[in-house]
């Protein structure tokens, strides 16, 4: 006899939000939930990758939905997150995924992108579990999985806005697992080192060598196996690296 159903959930059939779900992590993210049965809404702002993932997740066999807006507008997140819980019927996890790199020196980059790196990743992040936390409290339960990056554990040159936005995000997930865990709530913060994402190659951070570095793949894997965990169990912050870079 197994003993396996000790340790981990079944979470077929439950109901999942990853914001920047239509390329990069996000997308590898949502394509693994949805091979374990996981319906799963994807939201971001370029409509056409939003439609083709969608339609490679239906493809799986599970519902699934998006919404276009940018999640540094509180406003549009709000609706965009009702409006996908109401076609999903309900929310049992976010991945708060969606983000940008800008990186430059200090001196160089323009106080507007430094801002907006700034009000997309820590903004979003802050808007898009508020939004998600009134049908998680009504039901008893969920999951919110925030996507920091070990740049939020050590900032480095040319990435300020990117490391103090990631750093902020640590410690807003910190705070909000904190305060949601008597709610049966689990907060999950993950620092990821370079993946070799679509942001980290055009950023130049990495050649993305497969060989090599981390993939979204091994990322949304990653993802899957803390979701599965027994409901007893949090895994309150975690890293991935490559191994041999």
């Given at each position: 006899?197994?003993?396996?159903?000790?340790?981990?959930?079944?979470?077929?059939?439950?109901?999942?939000i990853v914001?920047?779900?239509?390329?990069g992590?996000?997308?590898?993210?949502?394509?693994?939930?949805a091979?374990?049965?996981?319906n799963?809404?994807?939201?971001?702002r370029?409509?056409?990758?939003?439609?083709n993932?969608?339609?490679?997740?239906?493809?799986?066999?599970?519902?699934s939905?998006?919404?276009?807006?940018?999640?540094?507008?509180?406003?549009?997140?709000?609706?965009?997150?009702e409006?996908?819980?109401?076609k999903?019927g309900?929310v049992d996890i976010?991945?708060?995924?969606?983000g940008?790199?800008?990186?430059?020196?200090i001196?160089e980059?323009?106080?507007?992108?430094?801002?907006q790196?700034?009000?997309?990743?820590?903004?979003?992040?802050?808007?898009?579990?508020?939004?998600?936390?009134?049908?998680?409290?009504?039901?008893g339960?969920g999951?919110?999985?925030?996507?920091a990056s070990?740049?939020?554990?050590?900032g480095?040159?040319?990435?300020?806005a990117?490391?103090?936005?990631?750093?902020?995000?640590?410690?807003?997930s910190?705070?909000?697992m904190?305060?949601?865990?008597?709610?049966?709530?689990?907060?999950i913060?993950?620092?990821?080192?370079?993946?070799?994402?679509d942001?980290?190659?055009?950023?130049?951070?990495?050649?993305?060598?497969?060989?090599?570095?981390?993939?979204?793949?091994?990322?949304?894997?990653?993802?899957?196996?803390?979701?599965?965990m027994?409901?007893?169990?949090?895994?309150?912050?975690g890293?991935?690296?490559?191994?041999?870079?």
């Amino acid at each position: 006899m197994s003993h396996e159903k000790y340790y981990t959930m079944n979470i077929n059939g439950k109901n999942a939000i990853v914001t920047g779900g239509g390329r990069g992590l996000g997308k590898a993210v949502a394509l693994a939930l949805a091979n374990e049965g996981v319906n799963v809404a994807i939201t971001g702002r370029n409509e056409e990758n939003l439609k083709n993932t969608v339609d490679e997740i239906q493809k799986l066999g599970v519902n699934s939905a998006y919404a276009v807006f940018t999640i540094d507008d509180e406003a549009a997140v709000k609706a965009g997150i009702e409006t996908l819980a109401e076609k999903l019927g309900g929310v049992d996890i976010l991945v708060n995924n969606a983000g940008i790199g800008d990186f430059g020196t200090i001196e160089e980059m323009p106080s507007e992108t430094w801002e907006q790196v700034i009000k997309t990743n820590l903004f979003g992040v802050y808007y898009a579990a508020k939004a998600v936390h009134p049908f998680m409290k009504a039901k008893g339960e969920g999951d919110i999985v925030n996507v920091a990056s070990t740049a939020g554990l050590k900032g480095g040159p040319n990435m300020s806005a990117y490391a103090a936005s990631k750093a902020a995000v640590v410690s807003l997930s910190q705070s909000m697992m904190a305060e949601w865990r008597k709610q049966n709530i689990r907060v999950i913060t993950l620092t990821p080192s370079t993946i070799a994402s679509d942001m980290s190659i055009q950023g130049g951070l990495t050649d993305g060598n497969p060989d090599k570095v981390l993939q979204p793949e091994d990322f949304a894997e990653w993802v899957r196996d803390i979701l599965k965990m027994n409901r007893r169990a949090l895994i309150a912050n975690g890293s991935i690296f490559s191994t041999n870079p």
